[in-house]
């Protein structure tokens, strides 16, 4: 194991809204609950623009990244599930120690804010050094060496394809949990959802695997939508042209058993929960700016005791659930190689730039050597 610092190539948000820069900074090796990996190849998330745009409060400048997919390089002394050489998916924090955690339910961490976002250890402490933050989500992936914890280190083939590895950590993982672990969709409901990005494509995917007889894809874009309609939406909604409301009632009228909402807009969140079938579940995926309220009809929620909850990570267990996916991928089940887009490090900041206009569902940023 290294006992001296790296000096690593990273990423690095400067200011609010700034550019992707390239710098050298100073990484300390491993503790011993850390896993120091190089990073292969990591994909782009909407949270990590919602950071640069500082939506969320975390500390610059900053390395984000929370995709990420690389090989162990060292381990600390108390590490055992994985060792130097294994090839592994980068995901979510968490303690082990709080009540969720040890109830089996680590994306529900009570300390997931400062872990995720926070930019330090749980300690306060740095890996970092040149007045530069990291630690985002655990990882600070878009760096070509970085440490991760055990708990958020998920050992995984050695033939799977690197640049679908890394979007297993958040976004698909996300969207597939929040259709077959958190709502448990079964076969013959239905299921309506408004955004289709990574997240609600995976949604789209893991609501076909689940035998769901009716899945509504909603989005602005026709491109997205019609790939919606080829991983398995039995009906789009574009809308951008179409009244939103009126169509899902045309295309179910007695309401739908779920409803996920991953825009993160109020709007759409109360029509979710208008829209749902007595004993239906509304879920808010979407991240949405600190301080944002929805208005919903309280009456809605009452009549027919129909739900609203929250979903953080799709309620996964990584080292469970990422192989799982991984499975599901090579049964050709879950076809993601459809929604990546690959991209040079270099070329970071053209990935966010398509990412924002819609026109690549997943970029995904590889190291190269």
């Known amino acids: 194991m290294p006992s001296l610092a790296l000096a690593v190539q990273a990423a690095v948000v400067e200011e609010k809204g700034g550019p992707f820069r390239m710098r050298t900074v100073s990484l300390q090796a491993p503790r011993p609950d850390e896993v120091l990996v190089r990073i ?32 162990v390089e060292a ?24 009540q969720p955690c040890r109830q089996g339910a680590p994306a529900n961490c009570a300390h997931r804010s400062e872990l995720s976002f926070g930019a330090c250890r749980l ?18 992936s878009f760096s070509r060496f970085t440490l991760a914890s055990e708990r958020n280190t998920v050992r995984i083939p050695e033939d799977m394809p690197w640049e679908l590895v890394g979007p297993l950590g958040c976004g698909l993982q996300t969207g597939a949990g929040a259709v077959l672990n958190s709502l448990r969709v ?40 019609a790939l919606a309609a080829e991983l398995g939406a039995t009906h789009t909604v574009n809308a951008r042209t179409d009244d939103v409301a009126d169509r899902l009632r045309q295309i179910h009228p ?12 109020p709007q759409l969140l109360a029509l979710a929960v208008e829209l749902l079938a007595p004993m239906g579940v509304a879920a808010l995926i979407g991240g949405a700016p600190a301080g944002t309220t929805a208005t919903i009809n309280m009456r809605s929620l009452l009549a027919g005791g129909r739900m609203l909850r929250g979903i953080v990570q799709g309620d996964s267990v990584p080292q469970i659930f990422i192989p799982k996916l991984v499975e599901l991928y090579r049964s050709g089940r879950f076809p993601i190689d459809r929604l990546v887009r690959t991209y ?8 966010f730039a398509d990412a924002a206009q819609g026109t690549v569902v997943k970029p995904v940023l590889v190291m190269g050597e």
């Open 186 to 225: 079964r076969p013959g409901e239905s299921l309506a959802v408004f955004g289709t990005g990574s997240v609600g494509l995976a949604a789209v995917m893991a609501a076909k695997v689940a035998g769901a007889a009716t899945v509504v894809a909603v989005d602005v874009i026709e491109t997205r939508l």
């Open 40 to 71: 292969v190849a990591t994909g782009v998330c909407q949270t990590d623009a919602h950071i640069r745009n500082q939506d969320y409060p975390t500390p610059l400048p900053v390395i984000l990244g929370h995709e990420g997919a690389g090989i």
């Open 254 to 265: 007695g309401g739908f058993d779920y409803v996920l909402e991953i825009t993160a807009q």
């Open 344 to 351: 040079e490090f270099a070329d970071i900041n053209q990935a």
């Open 123 to 140: 300690d306060g402490s740095s890996a970092y050094s040149d007045g530069v933050h990291g630690h985002f989500f655990g990882q600070s």
């Open 75 to 98: 381990v600390g002394s108390a590490v055992r599930d994985v060792a130097p050489g294994d090839h592994v998916a980068l995901s979510f924090p968490s303690c082990g120690r709080c």
